[in-house]
């Protein structure tokens, strides 16, 4: 058996008290990392979780942030290293959510609100994490982006917008830090099960159309993640991959 194993590693996780984001928390955890929980509005959740999995053994922090306030993310980072240490791993992963509607009908509010959660929250991230790792000569910025992206359905404007450029800020910083040990790379996931959503029958306009005919579930989206995360995935980077079941292909 090959292990993962993030022990010595400190994963900084955005959204980290929302419904993906506590199990991305909890399986990073599981092999070992200790985690910095940020979170924006539910403190509540965000210490039930801290305290769940300090109690497999990994030191945890709860830190409040609005991942859209550059000033915000830096007095996040300096709570991180004064409480656990430079950060290794980042999962930007929190999101505004807003009205899905046409592009001739779509408040342009929403469309400056995905370009600070998905565009700017990358960028400050990487302007608050990524010197150290570069220092350190070993990091991992794990982007969480969207099937979306490649489907451009109508009502998406806003949203595929703001994770379309996401995904242009990442491909360039893993060509810039790359040669530091620092791989970059996002993971898409699909409509996905969580604590929040359970599968229905009522799904099967969405799961008809996936080749695996199943929606995906959170544990799936934070296994990939976990991958990322690791030394086994050390030679790859700039990746855009789909945990979607084939529901898109990204084609050569």
């Known amino acids: 058996m090959i292990p993962?194993?993030?022990?010595?590693?400190?994963?900084?996780?955005?959204?980290?008290?929302?419904?993906?984001?506590?199990?991305?928390?909890?399986?990073?955890?599981?092999?070992?990392?200790?985690?910095?929980?940020?979170?924006?509005?539910?403190?509540?959740?965000?210490?039930?979780?801290?305290?769940?999995?300090?109690?497999?053994?990994?030191?945890?922090?709860?830190?409040?942030?609005?991942?859209?306030?550059?000033?915000?993310?830096?007095?996040?980072?300096?709570?991180?290293?004064?409480?656990?240490?430079?950060?290794?791993?980042?999962?930007?992963n929190a999101v505004i959510q807003y009205s899905w509607t046409s592009v001739l009908e779509q408040s342009p509010a929403d469309y400056e609100s995905q370009f600070q959660s998905c565009v700017l929250h990358n960028v400050y991230m990487a302007q608050a994490f990524v010197p150290a790792m570069v220092e350190a000569g070993w990091g991992r910025v794990i982007g969480i982006n969207t099937?979306?992206?490649?489907?451009?359905?109508?009502?998406?404007?806003?949203?595929?917008?703001?994770?379309?450029?996401?995904?242009?800020?990442?491909?360039?910083?893993a060509k810039e830090v790359g040669e530091h040990g620092v791989t970059v790379n996002q993971v898409a996931p699909g409509w996905t099960i969580s604590e929040k959503s359970e599968s229905r029958e009522s799904d099967e306009h969405y799961w008809s159309k996936v080749p695996m005919q199943r929606r995906g579930t959170a544990q799936e989206i934070a296994n990939t993640v976990l991958f990322l995360a690791s030394d086994l995935a050390s030679y790859i980077t700039g990746a855009y991959i789909p945990v979607c079941g084939g529901n898109v292909m990204p084609a050569i």
């Open 147 to 173: 099937e979306c992206s490649m489907q451009n359905f109508a009502g998406q404007s806003a949203y595929t917008s703001g994770k379309r450029g996401m995904d242009g800020v990442l491909r360039v910083l």
């Open 4 to 92: 993962i194993d993030l022990s010595k590693k400190i994963a900084v996780i955005t959204g980290g008290s929302g419904a993906l984001g506590r199990v991305m928390v909890r399986t990073l955890a599981e092999a070992g990392a200790d985690i910095a929980i940020c979170y924006y509005r539910d403190e509540e959740s965000a210490q039930r979780l801290q305290d769940e999995i300090t109690a497999k053994g990994v030191r945890s922090i709860t830190v409040q942030a609005d991942v859209t306030d550059q000033g915000s993310i830096n007095s996040m980072r300096n709570v991180v290293s004064e409480k656990l240490g430079a950060a290794n791993i980042i999962v930007n």
